[in-house]
Structure formats: structure tokens, C-alpha cells
């Protein structure tokens, strides 16, 4: 990943720097949007790009570029960069504040990663959360505060966990990256809607699986998950993810459900498709 | 203020810039202390610098530089932008992090600013502050986490408030940027206790005025306020600063107290013998 994007200028990584007093550094005044790119294809580009502008507002920052000149340096970077497989992060903070703390015309930043790697076993077998009393602020912009999440990640690896269960005093909201669905006795998906960030895997995964499925967005809470047959998190690195354990809680019979396996699958051909849809678009040759 | 540093290197301002991988730009993951240089010397460095280092450890940074060597740096700034009055920041984040998300060893930044400055009129006839259910997170730590306080930003210019008083479902913390103090009916000083950052100020103000008042570390709830007769907030920059009205309520008869009028006198004169004392060490003649 050679290049990197500060305020439109397209940069060698070596070369992409800032300066300290960014309102982001000082004093965590940003949000960030990231997404996947498949065989050269932004995934969900648009809607990554809608909740961005969304964030921005949000967060009150005064972005002086539009959805269109955002959506040309994706491509842009994308480009330069020859990436086949990836993740693309946008940044977009408060600016370079004069006192370290007033907000100034915000700056936006880009540059690509390798994606995280999730073994087969994941998928097949499942994963353990940990669970954690802890309520975000601006939950629905997608800032860049992970203090709490890196945080636990210590704790999160003495039990081999790969997420953590945010609730509100017992309300449950989120994982720390990803958002939280539950199967109950009536095979009915149960999925928390307030406080939380919209996720794009998740409405996605929601639009296809709407017809097959039973689906109702409702308050949930802790002592409701030892009675769910199944459980599962998305995100846009980890697709459909199932959950075994949370917080010590087994779910169900501690085995990958078949509700869960079904959407997994279906997400990822629904992913598939777009690709196909969208490849003509992003092909340079 | 010509000169930054970057772990330990002293650079013009132009030439001091990192790249966009710093954690503490992409997951907020940093803590930070600030202090004033008054007539050349850091108030209360000590002070700070264990501040710093309880920061770091509450954040479990990854920090190489000792408190020697960091006591070093504050001198070597000083020394090279010639400063007499300014504000000196020092940050630390997460690292440059190869996915965006592992934290690797500590940055360490340092930087000066000119000092925010009061009018005579916000000692002599006090402030308005506004009031939020908000608990941040670490509160123990001083870390960069302010997008609460800077979003609030315009509704404390509607009112012309200079802070926000933070309480967690009515039980009084701290201030966005300040520790919170109030006089009761029987002129008893009035301080919460738990989850606030261990102000520096705050620690100085109640060592000197231990002799002559009565000061109770307490749990205080919102409904309390109305009974204050005084209410004043501390910090670095603004030292004892009188309160007025908090949230539309007004505190005592709306006057700056008798108390808080001392304590202001009272913590100025120990920082001026601070500095006299100190003087000789950041002489550099």
C-alpha cells in the first residue's frame, strides 16, 4: 500500500504526514468510516459513503469536500495503490486547531490496509465474547474512540474472545466493532436498535434475509441471552460471525446454529453479487 | 513557539509531523498532561509528571522514556522556544500501529501554546457553567477523550459559560476540563471525590487552605447545589475561578464569595512562591 490521501493530495506513505495540533490527536475530535475492497470493488461503497456524511454531521465538522470529490479519491487511491484485496479507512477529523481545542475546517485522510484474516474455525465453530458495562458516546457516528475496547483487549485474549458485548446497565447495544444479533426459541432474530452504530453488514444482511426470517429490532437484555438458541455479530471484515459464549454464557447447545450458518452464507453470496454488479465500474483496465 | 518534539527529538514546528498511523489519531488511544510555564518556569512539574506517568500506566502504554528523561525534554523545549508565559502539552499515544488497531510503543509529543487568557471580570464577578449526564471513560486518566465537551461547545457560547459541570445520573464529578468545588451553609468546602481526574490544582488549592477551612471530600448530588452558598472551579490554566450559576441555577446570591474571593488570593501567592523558589533551576542566564 504505497499511497495515502491528505485533504485530496494523493502521497507516498513515507510522505503522508501531519503536523501535532490535528483536533483528532489532540483531543480525539474525529470519525473514520472503513470497508472493505474485493477484487478491486469498494464494498457497499455508498453506503459507507452516506454513513460517513452522516458521522460528519453528527459530529458538527466542517467538511469542505462533497460526496462526489470523497467517492473520487476512493477510487483514486485505489487505483494507485493496485489493490486487489483490502481495507480502505477514512478519517475525517476536527482540523488543525490553533489552541488545541476550537475546531477548524476539518481535514480528511485515507490509506489502505491489509484485511484481518478470520480462520475457517471461526465460521464452523463459533467465537467467545466478553461483556462489558459500557455506553458510548455518540453511539450512532462512528468515531474513533476505542480507548475501552483496546483497553480489554487483554482481557479479551485470556479467554480467546474476539469481541466484547457493550450494555447499558444490562441493556444490551453492540460488540465494540461490530453489531449483535440473537436467535430466540421461536427461531424469531432478535436484534438490539437504540444506541448503537448502523451497521451496513448489518442492514444488508437484514434486507436479504427479511423474506426467510422473522426479524425484530428491540430493547434486549443480558439475562435474556442464556435463553437464545444462537447468536452472531457483524461487521464489515468479519461478514456473519457466530457466537458460542458470552460472558461466560453459553449459547444454546454451544454449537454454530443453523439460522446462523444460513445467513452466513447468504451474506456472503449477497457480497458476491455486488461484486459482480459493481466490477465494470471500478476496472482500469 | 518555534520548536516541537517528536520521542525526544527537537524539531522546528514545519519539520514536526507523523504519520497517519499513530494510534492515538485512529482509536483515540492516548493520554496527555498540560501545564503553564510562568517567567520560564514549569508550575508544579513534579506534580505533572507523575500525573503523566500514572496516565500511562493507567492506559498501559508501552512508554521507553523515564521521568528523567522526560523532565529533560520539558527543560529542552522551554530552553529552545525562549519562552517566558505559555502552556507546555505533552502527549502520549498507542504508537504506530500496523493494523490500525494493536497498540506498539509509545509516542511521546511535546508541544507549547500560548496560554488562554481570563479577563479580570471572570474573578471578580464569576462564570456561568451548564451542567451534562456524561461519565468519561479512565476518569482517572487524563486522557484526549473531550468530544463530549467539544460538542458542547456551542451551547456553552448560547449561554456564555465558560465550562460543563459533568454528573453521572446526578452525582456531581468534574468539570470538562476542571475540578469542581462548592462552599456549604456552614462554610464547609465541599469537593466530590470519586471519579474525577486528580487535579493538580485541585491538590495545591486544598494543601493551603487545609489550615484555615473545613474541607470535606464527598459524594454531592446536582439537588445540592441550589443550598451552596459558593461554588468555584479549579485548573491549571484558570486556577480558582468563581461559579456563579450552574445549569440555570444560581449559586448563593449570585456574587462571587468571600471564600472563593481568598482561595483565588491564596492559590495565587502559592504559585508565585512556586515560582521563586524554582526560579534558579530554568535559569538559563
Request: overall charge negative; charged content about 15%; hydrophobic content about 50%.
Given at each position: 500500500m504505497k499511497y495515502q490521501i491528505i485533504n485530496g493530495k494523493m502521497l507516498l506513505k513515507e510522505e503522508a504526514l501531519i503536523p501535532l495540533n490535528d483536533l483528532g490527536l489532540l483531543r480525539s475530535y474525529s470519525i473514520f468510516d472503513f470497508f472493505r475492497v474485493l477484487s478491486g470493488v469498494p464494498v457497499f461503497l455508498e453506503d459507507h459513503l452516506d454513513r460517513l456524511l452522516g458521522s460528519v454531521d453528527k459530529m458538527e465538522l466542517d467538511l469542505r469536500w462533497s460526496k462526489d470529490e470523497i467517492r473520487t479519491m476512493c477510487r483514486e487511491i485505489?487505483?494507485?495503490n493496485e489493490v486487489v484485496d483490502a481495507g480502505l479507512r477514512i478519517v475525517v477529523t476536527g482540523g488543525y486547531s490553533h489552541d488545541g481545542y476550537t475546531p477548524a475546517r476539518a481535514n480528511i485522510y485515507m490509506m489502505m490496509h491489509n484485511l484481518p484474516e478470520y480462520s475457517p474455525d471461526d465460521f464452523t465453530q463459533g467465537r467467545k465474547m466478553i461483556s462489558s458495562n459500557f455506553t458510548r458516546d455518540l453511539p450512532e457516528a462512528k468515531t474513533t474512540l476505542y480507548v475501552h475496547a483496546i483497553h480489554h483487549q487483554k482481557r479479551m485474549k485470556e479467554v480467546n474472545a474476539i469481541e466484547i458485548l457493550y450494555h447499558t446497565d444490562g441493556v444490551i447495544t453492540e460488540g465494540s466493532r461490530a453489531?449483535?444479533?440473537?436467535?430466540?426459541?421461536?427461531?424469531?432474530?432478535?436484534?438490539?436498535?437504540?444506541?448503537i452504530l448502523r451497521?451496513?453488514?448489518?442492514?444488508?444482511?437484514?434486507?436479504?434475509?427479511k423474506d426467510k426470517y422473522n426479524i425484530?429490532?428491540?430493547?434486549?437484555?443480558m439475562d435474556e441471552i442464556a435463553d437464545m438458541k444462537e447468536a452472531f455479530l457483524t461487521s464489515s471484515t468479519k461478514g456473519v460471525l457466530p457466537v458460542i459464549e458470552i460472558g461466560g454464557v453459553v449459547i444454546g447447545d454451544g454449537k454454530v446454529g443453523a439460522i446462523t450458518s444460513d445467513l452466513h452464507q447468504?451474506?456472503?453470496?449477497?457480497?458476491?453479487?455486488?461484486i459482480t454488479a459493481h466490477r465494470e465500474e471500478f476496472d482500469d483496465s
Open positions: 485505489i487505483a494507485s453489531n449483535m444479533f440473537f436467535v430466540d426459541q421461536n427461531d424469531v432474530i432478535v436484534t438490539p436498535a437504540d444506541a451497521g451496513i453488514t448489518r442492514r444488508h444482511l437484514m434486507h436479504v434475509a425484530v429490532e428491540r430493547t434486549m437484555v447468504l451474506f456472503n453470496a449477497h457480497v458476491a453479487e455486488y
